[in-house]
């Protein structure tokens, strides 16, 4: 089953990513290692979810953006790539949470964004991470995630 | 001398890492680079170390709960490796310190790991390294870092 | 044309990077990857750009802050490489904005050192990266950059 096979058993399909209009891009590959721009929770309108986790935003809420994130970051993948079956591994992901300074629960909510990756990779998609309060995010957005991972050369 | 024997020269044992129980893991190897999940100032009970830099924490709290993150990082270089004599190089921390908005001093926060890394790997230890203030830290935990390090395949 | 061409042709002199006073280093190099410290909008006399956007600082003061801190970092890799032209590729750079809980443009800021970036290496300064705001930093300055560069041996 390749991972384009379980997000379509998941009902899961990959968004546009949005293109960055500045002097930056979505990804920059290096030998075997796929580096991903931050991404945030874009929303089918082209807004991202907006709140700050511990005053206007759930767990919920949080760990549901955070899913939306994971989607958005395989979908540049998928552009990089072409075939999601070259990812190896997801190596590392810097899950940034914007929370208030009482916020205590950042793991909760960048789950949403490692769980979709196992379900969508395997076991492939284990990773290291930190998981981590911001202290503002653009747009205000509830969530951002970066990620590295491991790739295989095209067939 | 090997890291194990500097580890007991300094009188310090390593801790048993906590295990994840979610989708993420304590550390990726890929190739010759060894990423670690970022960990926070674990006490023995199995509590965290809690407070804000600039409110309720004192630098030298800060540096000694920095030197704790250092050991339960080195602690799981050692679960992934077998031998830290393996450790070619740190390459690069993020020290991310819980703080208020006007607090300054975050390097002499992160110094109790990167200080610590010398101690213990000698020149090797010596990396890059960001010292940076967060919002807020999982567990209001008083500081977290994530590292990567060069490693030697097995012996 | 090379690097250290653009930079005169754009009326820039790479200013002196400051000494870390600590156990950390401006820079490792592993294999082809060339792992920068964070860096800070550093004066020409020694101190600091400080201020908080969204409170204290204008976005026009951040881009202008991020620039003067992309110079730094292009120092810290002419210091690392003897020569520019072995910079192959800016892979991914932090970017990171002090700013208010409610500050939403931190895009706008991280492009002074994004734009910078292009202007010196041309299509090969593009790079991915996340551009987020810290609860703090060091010095109370404005904004932190911390890079990874692929670079190619020594002529
Ligand atoms: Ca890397």
């Known amino acids: 089953m390749t991972p384009e096979d379980r997000l379509a058993a998941l009902g899961l399909t990959l968004p546009t990513p949005p ?22 929770p874009r929303q089918p ?10 005053k206007d935003a759930t767990i919920e809420q949080g760990y549901a953006d955070a899913r ?7 979908a540049v993948a998928k552009d990089a790539l072409g075939d999601l079956s070259r990812v190896k591994g997801v190596v590392k992901l810097l899950g940034m949470v914007n929370a208030e300074p009482d916020f205590a629960d950042h793991p909760k ?12 990779f395997g076991e492939a998609g284990r990773h290291a991470r930190s998981a981590v309060g ?12 970066e990620a ?8």
Request: with cysteine; net charge neutral.
């Open 19 to 40: 293109k960055p209009v500045a002097t930056y891009v979505p990804y920059r590959i290096v030998g075997d290692m796929l580096y991903l721009s931050g991404q945030g």
């Open 45 to 54: 309108n082209g807004g991202y979810s907006v709140g700050r986790l511990g």
């Open 68 to 74: 939306t994130v994971g989607l958005l970051l395989i």
């Open 109 to 120: 909510v960048i789950n949403g964004c490692s769980d979709l990756f196992v379900e969508v």
């Open 134 to 145: 911001m202290g503002s995010l653009p747009n205000r957005m509830t969530v951002e995630v």
């Open 148 to 155: 590295i991972l491991q790739i295989a050369p095209p067939a």
